[in-house]
């Protein structure tokens, strides 16, 4: 596979459920990112990572919980969510985070969420 | 942070020039502007970067006049396939990649 990848493409949960959002980047980038994109609403910057160290929390609930065991990968845990959390989940990477130098982001297909 | 703003929509023809304006008046010394494209279903996709004068690939051309309050994205004959909503980022580029997303222009070409 290439570019950025992300599974599940369509996830349903119970408020009460636990599940993970996975990404995965085959880039070689060392900087890894969480958005939010609701109805109608602007991209959200949610996380951000970089050389597997978070370097960014947006005020984000804690409901929402990210990991990221490696520069390739990028989990993103849910537990407890409510209604208005809905939304497509998008992953992105990009070489670096913080250089002098703008750097690209490569998005995923994202994961579409629906929360009962 | 520069807060961006584009038209909510615009419609076009195929094989007609689409530009799109977006302003940021609050732009800082260092940041740059950035365009990127988003169709449905999908993450979006980097288009062009810019920080003054006129930049241009194999996509699109940026504008951006002196004062860089302001910029313009022009595609060049559009086709069915560039409908899509393009969005306009300003940000400094060593800050984190913090470019934060507006509402974006939804671009609709017709037939």
């Known amino acids: 596979e290439t570019g950025v990848t992300q599974t599940p493409r369509h996830l349903v949960m119970g408020m009460t459920n636990k599940k993970s959002l996975k990404c995965e980047q085959h880039?070689?980038?060392?900087?890894m990112y969480w958005y939010k994109q609701s109805a109608k609403k602007p991209l959200e910057l949610m996380f951000v990572?970089?050389?597997?160290?978070?370097?960014e929390n947006n005020s984000v609930p804690s409901r929402f919980s990210p990991e990221c065991p490696n520069s390739s990968h990028l989990f993103l845990h849910l537990h407890t969510l409510q209604p208005e959390d809905s939304a497509l989940y998008l992953c992105?990477?990009?070489?670096?985070?913080?250089?002098?130098?703008?750097?690209?982001?490569?998005f995923g297909p994202g994961t579409r969420l629906t929360v009962l | 942070l520069a807060k961006t703003t584009q038209p909510i929509s615009m419609d076009s023809y195929e094989g007609q020039e689409v530009n799109i304006t977006c302003s940021h008046n609050?732009?800082?010394?260092?940041?740059?502007i950035t365009w990127y494209q988003q169709f449905p279903s999908q993450g979006p996709r980097f288009i062009i970067q810019?920080?003054?004068t006129k930049v241009t690939n194999e996509v699109a051309s940026l504008f951006i006049p002196a004062d860089r309050k302001s910029s313009t994205l022009s595609l060049p004959r559009v086709s069915l396939s560039d409908t899509a909503v393009y969005y306009c980022?300003?940000?400094?580029?060593?800050?984190?990649?913090?470019?934060?997303f507006g509402s974006g222009t939804k671009l609709n070409v017709k037939p």
């Open positions: 880039l070689g980038h060392n900087a």
């Open positions: 990572y970089s050389l597997e160290e978070r370097v």
């Open positions: 810019g920080y003054k």
């Open positions: 992105a990477s990009s070489q670096d985070a913080g250089t002098i130098t703008y750097n690209e982001q490569f």
């Open positions: 980022l300003v940000g400094d580029v060593s800050n984190f990649n913090k470019f934060y």
């Open positions: 609050n732009i800082a010394t260092n940041d740059y």
